[in-house]
Every structure is written in C-alpha cells, then in structure tokens.
C-alpha cells in the first residue's frame, strides 16, 4: 500500500518562503493532495495536483510534482503568521493514506 | 452549518466504559471515513464504508467497530475503552461520482480522553 513520509518540523521568518517536502510510495496515486490544519480545528484541503501535471501554482502556493523520485513539494511564498499549522501530504487511490504532518512555524 | 458534523467533540471516560463517537453530513457522498490523530503519527485509517452495506477495515481497526445506519450517518464504538485510545478522531467523507476529486472532507474532530 502506500506510505507517505514528511518532514515532522519547519521554522521560517516571516516574509522568506517555505518549502515543505513528502515523498510517496504508490505510483498510481490519480491525485496528490496537502491538507491544512490550523490549531484546535479539522483539516482543509489547500491545494492538489493531478498526477500527469509536474507543477501548480494558486496565489501563493506552488506545488512541484518529481514522479521519477515520487517527490513532492508545497512552496508557500511570502510566509506569514496565519500560514503557521500542521501541513499534511496525501496520496493513494481511496481511502487516502497522509503523511506524519509537518508543523510549520512562522516567527514575526 | 457545518457539512460534516461530529459530535461529541470532547468526551473523557475511564477506562473499560463503552464510547460512541457519531458522524452526519450533508454534503450527499456516498463514501465516509474514521481517522485518528495522534501527535507524530499523522492521521491512521480506522475504518471506511464506500455505501450503507460496505464496511471495511483501515489500518488500526482493532479495539473499534462502526456502524453506517444510513447513508448520511457513520459512527464510530469503543466498546471498551483503553488509555492509549486517547486521541483526536476525524470523520471525513468524499465523492468519486462524476468528475470528483477523490478529496477528503473532514469533520471538526472528536477529542477522547480515556483516565
């Protein structure tokens, strides 16, 4: 089945770019997604990439897709204290398997 | 309105009592999930159902049952509870029909706390 890894922790300034990473096993995954949750709240889907796309850009997010090294990436430019939650990589065909998290936090 | 809808959102209990965690929504998909978090561990399958007579097991399904009384309602028993149950559940639901995405739609969480 598919496993997911990510890195569990991130520290940027506000204002520099984040870059959160995650790799996944299943090849055959249609979608790849990252989720968003902010404190004491569910997750929100943020954004997604269609598996046959190599990247995606809405406003400020960016997300590079590698599917030779199964690789992908979430670029959040121009970071801000409101973008400070736990970001999760997800993937594989339903039901949908996440990666650990990566808690980014954002100093002022 | 929240479209999934979990209830309760906090509970404690002790150990050995029966708890139920219940899941509604109104978004009409036909697919509903139990997850649970845990600090470090990401979020871990319980049990998912595709429609009202399919019920499947996720990753950690021992220790839990569930039970899909209709197709807009998915809850979630520990019929004996145990201190490292203690977590943050999520119920999410999806639809493939159509030109979907296969996303997931959480719930707001159900946090137990089993003494």
């Keep these: 089945g ?25 090849s055959s995954s249609t979608y790849l997604y990252w989720y ?7 997750l929100q889907l943020l954004t997604y990439i269609f ?11 960016t997300v590079l897709l590698n599917k030779k090294d199964k690789h992908l990436s979430l ?5 801000q204290t409101g973008d400070s939650a736990i970001y999760f990589c997800a993937g594989g065909n339903t039901p949908l398997v996440f990666g650990k998290g990566t808690r980014l936090s954002v100093i002022a | 309105d929240a479209d999934v809808t979990q209830t309760p ?4 209990t002790k150990t050995g009592k029966r708890i139920m965690l219940e899941c509604s929504q109104t978004k009409g998909h036909d697919r509903m999930y139990w997850y649970r978090q ?26 839990y049952s569930v039970s899909r009384q209709a197709q807009a309602k998915f809850s979630l028993s520990l ?37």
Excluded: H, W
């Excluded at chain 2, 959102?9 to 404690?12: H, L, Q, V, W, Y």
């Design chain 2, 38 to 63: 845990d600090p470090g561990l990401g979020l871990r399958l319980i049990y998912y159902s595709f429609d009202v007579k399919d019920i499947n097991k996720g990753e950690i399904s021992d220790g």
């Design chain 2, 79 to 115: 019929e004996s509870a145990i201190p490292n149950q203690t977590a943050l559940y999520f119920c999410a639901t999806s639809d493939f029909r159509g030109t979907g995405t296969g996303e997931l739609f959480f719930g707001e969480g159900s946090r137990l706390t089993v003494l």
């Design chain 1, 2 to 26: 598919e496993d997911v890894e990510q890195s569990l922790f991130l520290s940027v300034r506000e204002g520099d770019s984040s870059v959160i990473n995650c790799t996944y096993t299943d």
């Design chain 1, 75 to 79: 670029r959040i430019a121009d970071t």
């Design chain 1, 51 to 61: 598996s046959n796309m190599d990247m995606k850009q809405d406003q400020r997010l």
């Design chain 1, 36 to 42: 968003k949750q902010e404190p004491g709240a569910g």
């Design chain 2, 9 to 12: 959102r906090n509970r404690i």
